[in-house]
């Protein structure tokens, strides 16, 4: 009996990690579909920028324009692990799409608001060192572009988990950013290890990076976000849980 139920035990977890693959490279494969665009355009450009075909400048302007849809792809990718930190149990294809119907329209404003911003803020710089003006403004520059990239770790799982309008997204989003800096750092490492990753190995990863990096940001902000949630009331924050992708 021992040996039996040792054998379940074992393939019940191997069934489980044969699910987490199977999520994690399902919902990566319709976040690329979803943004083939982006994808053809990064892969040419970074062999232009390898074989110095085009100004870096073009390069930058051509990946902020195609990246424009990517908003709601982020939404509907950390509704997919949502529902398998929560439930441990998902239907991808489903959740997916259900995630990016709901948050379209604020995933594309917030996105589009970040890429206004990085836009602004790498203009600003380019601008410094080619002219060689006003040098001392590179590091508050800095500041403001790793400040930005940290604060919109928080903005998409929001988003996909909670209804609010936009400006308490990014007021929160910010709290989070700077109260649980620990969390912040965590995610950050996240992001830096799935890029040199790609680095690395581009064809192996590029199909479970997006999904893999989403799960493991999701199981860090979940219980920041339960957490904050008890000690805010909804009327002080607006915050009111997305409760239709649970009851399908």
């Known amino acids: 009996m021992e040996r039996y139920d040792n054998r379940d035990f074992t393939e019940n977890k191997l069934y489980t990690i044969v699910n987490y693959i199977y999520w994690i490279l399902i919902s990566s494969v319709l976040f690329i579909v979803s943004n083939a665009l982006f994808v053809f355009v990064l892969f040419v450009s970074l062999f232009s920028i390898k074989e110095q075909l085009l ?104 988003i996909s988990q909670y209804y609010m309008r936009l400006i308490d997204v990014f007021r929160i989003s910010l709290y989070f950013t700077l109260k649980h800096f620990n969390t912040t750092i965590m995610i950050l490492i996240v992001f830096v290890l799935g890029g040199y990753l790609f680095t690395l190995f581009p064809t192996i990863t590029f199909v479970f990076i997006p999904g893999a990096m989403a799960l493991i940001v999701m199981l860090l902000v979940t219980k920041l976000f339960g957490k904050v949630q008890l000690e805010h009331k909804k009327e002080d924050t607006q915050i009111s849980k997305k409760m239709v992708s649970d009851h399908d």
């Open 55 to 158: 100004p870096f400048h073009i390069v930058f302007i051509a990946l902020l324009v195609v990246s424009i849809p990517m908003g709601p792809s982020f939404c509907a990718l950390y509704s997919v692990m949502r529902k398998i930190v929560l439930d441990k149990q998902v239907s991808v294809v489903k959740e997916f799409f259900i995630g990016y119907r709901q948050n379209f329209k604020q995933a594309l404003l917030a996105w589009v608001l970040i890429l206004f911003l990085i836009a602004l803020f790498t203009w600003n710089y380019y601008i410094i060192v080619f002219h060689e003006f006003a040098s001392f403004l590179i590091f508050p520059l800095y500041m403001f572009i790793s400040l930005l990239l940290c604060t919109a770790f928080y903005v998409f799982p929001l």
